[in-house]
């Protein structure tokens, strides 16, 4: 808010200096005229500047000379007060006369006059030689020639008495006669003022148009918004405005001042402005017009634009047109309040009010007193396109703050996802790794039981090695338990790739533990018995296990197996389940020769085993225990092992 409230001094002080060096009138009160006569003997030349206001002698529907005047055929002689118009003396817009003023200087030093704009053609004698003309006068539209300039011109008392005679013809424009003040004063003094009015007004046109060729730039080359085209538009009109209303500007480029052309081009650049202004306001909001706004915004605009520049339309008429535009300035700002999107925006607020100020204080200026101000709308238009100009200016600014922070966001983002790529690179070659010596372990796996079943089927077709009954049912023994390593590691390998594949279905089913550990007795004891080995089998009567009724025999077969490999003769295998407050506990012990504590992490890894030569001796594949994990833990249980050496090993399961 602090930022706010400096930029809006700031906007204000700019326009309010403005105002005061600009528009306001920089001449000392001093003596009015009376009865065509003023006197300044009294006045002082050297510091201050005069304006020659009073009661002018006027001669209407009459064009007199100097001559005229010394012959004394001068008739017809009323006392009218300056500066303004003569149509609201109650006289024509359009007609000609002659205003004349007698001058008593105190001294017969130069002076110069300034002379404003005179609408629409003009002479002016000064003690009897012509110093001035603008257009050709006239008593008909015919014979007049409008012209329409400001100028500074010399004059010199004579017997310290200056006579003003002037003569004016208006048929094509409005306000005819002397509608604006004409100063008086020293060159020095007056030539210090005017330049200094005219620095100020340079520069502030300079700056509006500074400011529509950076956003056309913006637009160009930065951001293809057309509200940025739009306001350069604005910037531009306004500069040819009111260079053209302050005609000192563009008289530069109009030597013979404006004409009726050129001020309808001004009226024109008028109508475009506005029209820029309202679509400047639709953009900003994002406002979209129904048909029937449609129709009046056309209306509004399209009326004047064309009353504006057909040749048969009196300038008077045209001007008058100008005052429909009001109408889609209003239903703008109607609807900018109705879309909502100002909010607590103090920048919006401050485009709004600058709008509205706008709207107002412009078409007050040049009806009520524009006689008395020298380019009044100076202030009006600066404080709207400052107002434009940083709105425009902070969602610049967001947007580039948005696209920074979005630059550091997606900076880091590329960043993590490079990271993750590399941890993906890494773990894709490990992976790759990991397959090759998985392809490797499935090779030698498969290699040994088929070694070692064909060497025992090649010597039980040799008579000359069987040479007994006995031999050769212990090498069918010997054949049929390698055959039974060889489908125990298929059924493994086959139940490791559908779980890492995902494609591995769980039935939970609820399992008599008692049925279960019968099952149990019936498919391990004599195998485990014909090894030398105990078996014991007992559930907790009445405990139920949660698990899928096929998986659970991979699990108690890798189990079993595992154990009956590493227990030797004498020892003995044990499975029990047993309620354990709100889970079931499934353990196997066996009292093997155990694992020691430095593989305890590992023997859940897939393919891990505690030697290369323990497991080529036991026919391990290293994947039981992998899948006992794998499906315990896809069943939502966990399973956990204590082991000491030559101790035994526990294999705990909860469900």
């Known amino acids: 808010m602090k930022r706010f409230i400096t930029i809006f001094l700031l906007i204000l002080s700019i326009c309010v200096t403005l105002f005061f060096t600009v528009s306001l009138p920089f001449t000392a009160d001093g003596p009015e005229a009376e009865a065509g006569l003023i006197n300044f003997e009294n006045a002082d030349f050297n510091k201050e500047i005069y304006a020659l206001k009073g009661e002018w002698e006027f001669y209407f529907g009459r064009l007199y000379t100097p001559e005229d005047f010394k012959k004394g055929r001068a008739e017809g002689v009323e006392y009218v007060s300056l500066p303004d118009a003569w149509k609201t003396l109650g006289y024509p817009d359009q007609g000609y006369g002659t205003y004349r003023l007698t001058i008593s200087t105190g001294s017969d030093r130069p002076l110069l006059l300034d002379i404003p704009e005179i609408t629409s053609a003009s002479v002016i004698w000064a003690n009897g030689g012509e110093v001035y003309r603008a257009g050709q006068v006239g008593t008909s539209a015919g014979e007049t020639k409008t012209s329409i300039r400001s100028d500074l011109v010399a004059v010199v008392p004579q017997n310290r008495v200056l006579e003003l005679v002037v003569q004016v013809a208006n048929f094509h424009m409005y306000d005819g006669g002397l509608f604006y003040p004409i100063r008086i004063g020293s060159d020095s003094v007056l030539l210090h003022h005017i330049l200094w009015q005219r620095i100020m007004v340079a520069a502030a046109l300079g700056g509006i148009l500074l400011m529509g060729v950076y956003h056309l ?91 504006i520049c057909w040749p048969g339309s009196s300038f008077p008429t045209a001007v008058a047109s100008l005052f429909l535009i009001l109408i889609p300035y209003a239903v703008s700002v109607i609807l900018v309040l109705r879309s909502g999107k100002i909010g607590r925006d103090p920048y919006r607020l401050l485009f709004l009010f600058s709008l509205v100020t706008f709207t107002f204080y412009a078409p007050v200026t040049k009806t009520v007193f524009e006689g008395d101000l020298f380019v009044p709308a100076i202030g009006p238009n600066m404080f709207l396109i400052l107002s434009q100009c940083i709105m425009l200016s902070r969602d610049y600014a967001e947007a580039r703050n948005e696209a920074e922070r979005i630059n550091a966001n997606l900076e880091q983002l590329v960043e993590q996802r490079t990271e993750q790529l590399c941890v993906a690179n890494q773990q894709l070659a490990a992976s790759q790794a990991a397959l090759r010596e998985m392809i490797a372990n499935i090779s030698h796996d498969l290699k040994t039981p088929l070694t070692v079943l064909n060497n025992y089927l090649e010597l039980l077709g040799d008579d000359a090695v069987v040479v007994n009954e006995q031999e050769r049912a212990e090498y069918l023994g010997i054949a049929y338990h390698k055959n039974l390593d060889l489908q125990r590691l298929i059924h493994n390998l086959f139940d490791v790739t559908r779980m890492e594949s995902g494609t591995a279905v769980y039935r939970m089913e609820r399992i008599s533990a008692s049925l279960l550990m019968r099952d149990a007795d019936c498919k391990y004891a004599e195998l485990v018995r014909d090894s030398g080995l105990g078996f014991y089998a007992e559930a907790e009567a009445g405990t139920e296990v949660e698990a899928d009724p096929d998986k659970i025999w991979s699990i108690l077969d890798n189990l079993v197996y595992n154990a009956l490999r590493h227990t030797p003769p004498g020892g003995s295998i044990t499975l029990k389940i047993r309620q354990n407050r709100d889970c079931t506990e499934l353990t196997v012990t066996d009292t093997g020769e155990g694992i020691a504590p430095e593989h305890l992490p590992h023997i859940f890894e897939r393919f891990y085993k505690v030697s290369p030569e323990r497991g080529e001796k036991d026919g391990s594949s290293g994947l039981g225990l992998y899948i006992v994990k794998t499906a315990v833990e896809a069943m939502g249980g966990t399973v956990e092992v204590e082991s000491l050496l030559n101790k035994g090993t526990t294999f705990r399961i909860k469900f």
């Not at 085209?229 to 109009?254: D, G």
């Not at 202004?277 to 706004?293: G, P, T, V």
């Open 217 to 307: 730039f913006l637009y160009a080359f930065r951001r293809r918004e057309r509200l940025y085209l739009t306001f350069s538009f604005i910037c531009v009109a306004t500069v040819l405005r009111l260079a053209m209303e302050t005609n000192n500007l563009a008289q530069y480029f109009l030597p013979g001042g404006l004409g009726v052309v050129a001020a309808r081009m001004y009226l024109l650049f008028f109508a475009l402005n506005g029209l820029s202004i309202c679509f400047f306001m639709l953009q900003a909001f994002s406002i979209c017009l129904n048909r029937w706004l449609r129709v009046i915004y056309a209306a509004g605009f399209a009326l004047p634009i064309a009353v």
